[in-house]
């Protein structure tokens, strides 16, 4: 018998025999119990188990939804904004242990987003099943799916009320914040109802599907309860008249085709303010702004990686965040407020992991500033996503590896060696990639995979290699988190539906 067999053996029977005379569980050892993780596991217990349950209602609610921030986004988020500081130099830190500010709240579950067509969603779909509380079709915004997409006829009779419906109603303020078109399918689903998301503007809608009205419109016209408060995002020629110059872009003009200045009629409505850049939103006096409506840009607001640090006009998802929580709070009976973080969904549709990453640092930014600004004893948040994307992250690189980088591996004993992985091919490959996308163009030619080494891996429009070639890369179909903090935020757990976001705002806001 081998010493190794004969510990093996000890182990197997050692407790048993231990069982026969106590039933007291096996100590652990010194070493084990004085080991960092040891002490730091017990104690994120200890935490739990001292988890408040208030049966308060919640006076604010706040849901955050990181477009397209599925978990493996969230996971290599957290590692990547350890890395890297804001202007994108290593700081040395591994970034494994990293949470982003919404990773330490309390109560999280899984959510399952198919549409009641799709069994991978888009952004429409997932926007009205948390809006609304019901799933429909993809394509389509707070209408119920027995809506055919892009069909006016009975899609009035067919729309649903939001949860933002709900909130003016029982005399709250709202507001809803974007980095994407303020008219995007995410944004549009709490106060617009439409059967296609892409109608945006009346020049788009077909002929024969007109008395649609555009989500443009939708916007200015808003009457439930006094109206939206705070409506902030891009797309600004949306609700300029054709021909109108813009006032930031002189090649640019406004595109609506029924001749209306929306941005006119807003400012009619008493304490209404609209700003078009970031100054304006710094300079705006928030005691006499009742209503704010801001149009930073012709279409999306910039990626943050492309910003002009010494010259941006654009405000961040931070700024737009505060400003919105500033003018929303004065209401004492509340509001409900949607911020969404836009682009990590394009970043991924561009195959770009860089830019998604760093969209996900913002919207963990924009989430620790409202935290700031609110009573977490009143003030329930919410942070999800809509929907996946094919984002990886594989190999076995070593601790701390560069999460931007190509795969570096450990040594049989543990140790990081800085080596290269090496795939069949004999070449390295990166530890984030995608299943499909315009990644794909770049990753192979005639001898077979290219190789990764000689990219610039960490460049902000660097794509990761892809299998699949695709002009956009897709969505993923895969559960999204949800993470909840404030009032009956401990009825966030288990593995839900995605309409049942809207079911949780409702109840805890005590408006069911
Ligand atoms: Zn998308």
Redesign the pocket.
Known sequence: MTTRTLLLLLAVGLPLLVGCVSTAPPASTVVQVSDPWFTRGQATLERRKALARPATKAKNVILFIG??MGISTLTAARIFAAQRDLDGELTGRSGEENHLSFERFPYSALVKTYTTNGQVS??AGTATAMASGVKTRSGVLSVTSEQPKGVCAGSRDRAVDTILDLAEESGMSTGVVTTTTLTHATPGAFYASTPHRDWEYDAVIPADQKPCPDIARQLIEYDRGDGLEVAMGGGRPYFLPAGRPDPEYSDRTGLRQDGRDLVDEWQQRPGAAYVWNQDQLRDLDVAQTDRLLGLFESWELKYTVFRDPKNEADPTLTEMTRAAIDILQKNPRGFFLMVEGGRI?HGH?YGSAHMALEETRQLSMAVAAAMEKVDLDNTLILVTADHSHTLTISGYPSRGNDILGLVRENDDQGGATGKLARAEDGKPFTTLGYANGPGARHSFDEQGRTDPSDHQTHGSRYRQQALVRLSDET?GGEDVALYATGPQAHLVGGLIEQNVIFHLMRHALGLD
């Open positions: 477009d397209g888009d952004s969904d549709h969505h």
